[in-house]
């Protein structure tokens, strides 16, 4: 190893110390929690009533149309992005960039979206009568009660407030194709 290559693993590796002791030698905050949040939302469902798969069951994993894994134990399930968001990455840093292979699917919105979609596909198919939310990042289970409500389908375990409702609308109407920009007023007078 040249004395370059060791001065180079000598920074990454002081770096990484730092990084340890400041990130992780200290209670995280709650928006720090929250952050981290975003970056990987997950979601968990089971039929209403159902007790969670007893330890060591293994699921049946379910591969999304966007890269999602759908972790099916039967009467329940799980979702999240972590395996997809880590592999984005490390395709935004390799020469091909994200395109095939693992891009090119949309936001995380919209990658949430279309796996909760599969998810209560799946729960209708299995027969569920109702869903319960277990847990999850709170849009992706505003995303479930919106589209297991738009199609029938009950939901426990999530009591929608007045946001949920104005967000129910916004995706009714998009999907109905009637969503229009909202219009705001215009003021005159002085400035």
Partial sequence: MSPREEDERNQITQAV????RTLFERDITPQEFYALLCCYPYL?????GASPPPRGTEPKIIVAKN?????????????????????LWVLEDSEEGGGEGGGDYGTIVKQAAEVVQQML?????????ASEIISG??????????????????VDNFKPGLEDYVV????????????ERPKYAVQSGKR
């Avoid at 968990?44 to 209403?48: N, P, Q, R, V």
């Avoid at 596909?121 to 009568?129: D, R, T, V, Y």
Wanted: hydrophobic share 40%; aromatic share 18%.
């Fill in 168 to 179: 129910r609308r916004w995706i009714q109407a998009l999907q109905e194709n009637r969503f």
């Fill in 67 to 87: 890269g999602w894994k759908i972790y099916d134990y039967g009467d329940f399930m799980a979702t999240g992005c972590h395996e997809l968001v880590a592999y």
């Fill in 137 to 154: 990042h709170y849009p992706l289970q505003r995303l479930y009660w919106i589209f297991a409500d738009l199609s029938g389908h009950k």
């Fill in 17 to 20: 110390r730092e990084a340890k």
């Fill in 44 to 48: 968990e469902i089971c039929a209403a």
């Fill in 121 to 129: 596909s799946l729960a209708k198919q299995k027969g569920w009568p």
